[in-house]
Every structure is written in structure tokens, then in C-alpha cells.
């Protein structure tokens, strides 16, 4: 038995994929229908200042890039299943506590260290999540996206 996976197995990692995947999709289908909306408010160049639909448009945007924050970390997770490292946190290399992944399938770090970033946050120092998360397992080579 691999001890790193002990824990992991004893959730259901299919319905976990699963779960990401309806996900991604839906995260795709709202996002569409945001980028239709913006698309049809962008008939109007000349807006005066404080006309409600630069407000609706800002509201567009922020909305928009949440989702777009979303899907990174549906799609970061979904990749981490590609490689095998699903429920593993991607900043210490320990698993990710089943009913932590149950709550949020796309989790990428333990509580620990959750907790951690979100402290070293609100000091202002923002966590970069590894660009190829594998190297912190030492897994190489694997370029497809
Ligand atoms: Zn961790």
C-alpha cells in the first residue's frame, strides 16, 4: 500500500472527476452566456458616466473573471488526476482530507496549508501556485496540456 494514498482511496475518485467535470462544464456554459450578455452591451460606445450600464458591464466583468478563477482551479485539479497526484496537496505533497475534497473537489492544498496561505495573504504576500505543480512531487517531462 502507497501511505500517500491511503487516505485519498478512501473517497470515491471517479465521482470526484466526475464532480469536476460537470463542473468545468457548467463554469464553460456560464461564461458564455456572460461573454453573449457583454457582447450585446457593447452596442452602446458613448456611455455617460454613471449610466447603469457601465455599472451592468463592470458587474459582467467581475462576474467573469471569477468564473474564469474557477475554472483554473476545476481545470488544475482535473490535470492533477491526468498525473496521478489527484488529493495531493500541491504546496506540501501530503493528502488532502477526504471531506475537505468531498466539500470542494477542486481543492488544491491541505487545511494546513490553506490556512497558511490565507495567512500569509492578508500580509500581503500572495501564494504562487508551482506553474507545473508536479514539480513539487518531482514528476517531469509531461508537456501535454
Ligand atoms: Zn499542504
Do not use: W
Not at 500500500?1 to 469536476?20: A, C, F, G, S
Not at 467535470?21 to 450585446?40: F, K, P, V
Not at 463592470?58 to 497526484?85: P, T
Not at 493528502?95 to 497558511?116: G, H, S, V, Y
Amino acid at each position: 500500500m502507497d501511505d500517500l494514498y491511503d487516505e485519498v482511496e478512501t473517497i470515491d475518485l471517479e465521482n470526484q472527476r466526475q464532480r469536476l467535470q460537470q463542473d468545468e462544464q457548467a463554469i464553460l456554459n456560464d461564461l458564455q452566456h456572460l461573454q453573449d450578455a457583454m457582447r450585446t452591451s457593447e452596442v452602446d460606445i458613448d456611455l455617460e458616466e454613471g449610466d447603469p450600464q457601465i455599472a451592468e458591464r463592470e458587474k459582467y466583468q467581475a462576474l467573469a473573471a471569477n468564473l474564469k478563477k474557477r475554472l483554473r482551479s476545476v481545470q488544475r485539479a482535473l490535470a492533477k488526476f491526468d498525473h496521478g497526484v489527484y488529493g495531493i496537496c500541491e504546496r506540501c505533497g501530503r493528502p488532502i482530507a477526504p471531506a475537505r475534497l468531498l466539500a470542494k473537489p477542486d481543492a488544491t492544498l491541505c487545511i494546513k496549508c490553506q490556512a497558511e496561505v490565507e495567512r500569509l495573504e492578508r500580509r500581503g504576500i500572495h501564494y504562487r501556485p508551482p506553474t507545473n505543480f508536479m514539480s513539487a512531487f518531482d514528476i517531469r517531462g509531461d508537456e501535454e496540456v
